[in-house]
């Protein structure tokens, strides 16, 4: 197969890359604080929150992901993009408020109002790892593969440096903002990009009876046995959701668009925006993978499939536009992670440890993190090789890493009675569990191990605040939810139209996530 570009579809691909890095010198020369750097000036709109939770959650890891999960193991994956839109209706519903109230600027330093800052220093220094070695070198690990597959000449390290710098130069300049902006074009040419290799695929299949033909129909169900290997519905039930809670609810490069909102409504109604965006997954992104089990049956790495699709399927000028798509998805998440992580260093640690520092000091001190981020990212990156798909890598590590900070914050949120020692003890214990399952290698399936870290996590955060001091009353209303909370805020909803009722949106949002899920059940 030729996976040569012409010159209409390099020029197109340029074209796009110099316009996002003049998006981010533009919005860098505007920015006067350091929240306007780290958080837009706390000023973004419901739609471009909503485009940007999705151009960065369909990142080229999830884009390459998806079709090549579909390809191997069936549709099933789609559950992970499912469970967002559940995610995200009840995250808009109990625990958003908190956030936009407490005007933090990182998850961690949420953590610090609930408990204190052992809590915020530990969380800070495990979000930061998380985001240099999972979510920013998986972005640059498949971006590195479309490019090897256009000049197979070049090592991954290279392919993986250019981006990088690319990504990195608009991040250093501009800060969220300008990530903010560039994920909504991203987030658009993405859609256009996949709907179009999916169109295309179809038409090159010829029927649907094509592909269950050569496709075994436990691939094409959503819904697998307790012995599948991939995805049993025991880990549906029990390690999706908290997968999926981290990743919405804690995760900072995901929370930071939600942070930087003009309003709760804009917030909220950006989060549920997202949550729609997530549903047509399965047909442009998911299914077209499936379709590939018919057009490439020999593929030796699942993780190819989707870039194969595209330099087979489309023609000279649409392949330009539809690579243009995926490498703005490499970006989006690179993007996102780098600014994630950078906000982290500055917001918890320089700027807790030097209160006095100015605006500009905070600011050029973000973009030297992120600069470094970016070098050590691009460094760790061709490692992923060593893993079966870039699926499994992420997925994989998030299990062992996120169920003790879903604990903690879920039972903090419902709990009055959880204290500071009872959460930072939690945190500890639950990862030095983690690690020992790890290493002992016991042959339980990743999406149970959520599970049995969480119940171990929570025993220890309920037993250890029991039997220390109750928590101060003050500090804890402001981060606690109760039943008069929720109706204070059913009363301030009836003054509102029905179409700006959130509660009415998260509803719609969760009747058509039942009606799709039913569908390919």
Not at 130 to 156: E, K, M, R
Not at 263 to 287: N, T, Y
Not at 312 to 318: F, K, R, Y
Request: with cysteine.
């Amino acid at each position: 197969m030729d996976f040569q570009l012409e010159g209409i579809d390099l020029a197109m691909v340029g074209l796009y890359t110099l316009f996002i890095i003049w998006i981010g010198f533009y919005i860098g020369s505007k920015t006067k604080s350091s929240e306007d750097y780290f958080l837009a000036g706390r000023s973004l709109t419901w739609w471009l929150i909503g485009f940007s939770l999705f151009a960065t959650n369909m990142s080229s890891t999830s884009l390459i992901g998806l079709a090549g999960s579909a390809y191997g193991e069936g549709i099933a994956v789609y559950n992970y993009e499912w469970m967002a839109a559940v995610v995200l209706a009840v995250f808009v519903i109990f625990f958003l408020p908190f956030y936009i109230r407490t005007r933090v600027s990182t998850v961690p330093e949420y953590f610090e109002r609930r408990f204190d800052q052992r809590s915020r220093y530990y969380f800070s220094t495990l979000t930061i790892v998380g985001n240099i070695f999972i979510d920013t070198a998986g972005s640059l690990y498949a971006g590195g593969l479309v490019i090897q597959l256009v000049y197979p000449q070049i090592p991954l390290w290279q392919a993986v440096t250019a981006l990088a710098v690319v990504a990195g130069l608009y991040t250093v300049a501009g800060g969220l903002k300008a990530v903010v902006y560039t994920d909504a074009i991203q987030a658009v040419l993405l859609l256009i990009g996949a709907g179009w290799i999916t169109v295309q695929a179809y038409s090159a299949v010829g029927s649907w009876d094509a592909v269950t033909a050569v496709t075994p129909p436990e691939m094409l169900s959503l819904i697998k046995p307790a012995d599948d290997p991939f995805l049993p519905w025991t880990g549906l039930l029990i390690g999706v959701p908290m997968l999926g809670f981290y990743f919405w609810c804690n995760n900072q490069f995901m929370v930071q668009r939600v942070l930087g909102a003009k309003s709760l409504e804009h917030g909220r109604w950006g989060a549920l925006f997202a949550g729609f965006l997530k549903l047509p997954v399965i047909l442009i992104m998911v299914l077209p993978g499936t379709m590939a089990r018919v057009l490439y049956p020999d593929l030796e790495r699942a993780d190819m499939v989707y870039p194969t699709m595209m330099f087979d399927l489309l023609p000279v000028g649409l392949r330009g536009l539809v690579l243009t798509a995926l490498l703005a998805a490499i970006m989006s998440s690179i993007d996102s992670t780098l600014n994630s992580a950078s906000t982290l260093v500055t917001m918890d640690f320089v700027k807790k440890l030097r209160p006095k520092s100015d605006n500009r000091f905070l600011v050029w001190t973000g973009r030297l993190v992120t600069f470094i981020f970016m070098v050590v990212s691009a460094l760790w990156a061709p490692q992923i090789l060593k893993f079966p798909s870039l699926w499994q890598y992420l997925q994989s590590v998030l299990a062992y890493l996120c169920p003790p900070i879903v604990a903690c914050f879920l039972i903090g949120t419902f709990w009055r009675r959880a204290n500071a020692t009872g959460a930072f003890v939690s945190l500890i214990a639950g990862h030095v569990v983690s690690l020992i399952l790890l290493l002992m290698g016991t042959g339980i399936h990743y999406l149970i191990i959520p599970g049995i870290l969480f119940i171990i996590s929570g025993l220890v955060l309920v037993l250890v605040s029991l039997a220390t001091a109750e928590p101060d009353a003050a500090k804890v209303e402001a981060c606690t939810w109760t039943a008069a909370l929720y109706r204070e805020d059913g009363e301030a909803l009836r003054g509102l139209p029905w179409y700006r009722n959130y509660r009415l949106g998260a509803l719609v949002l969760l009747v058509i996530t039942a009606v799709v899920v039913i569908a390919f059940r």
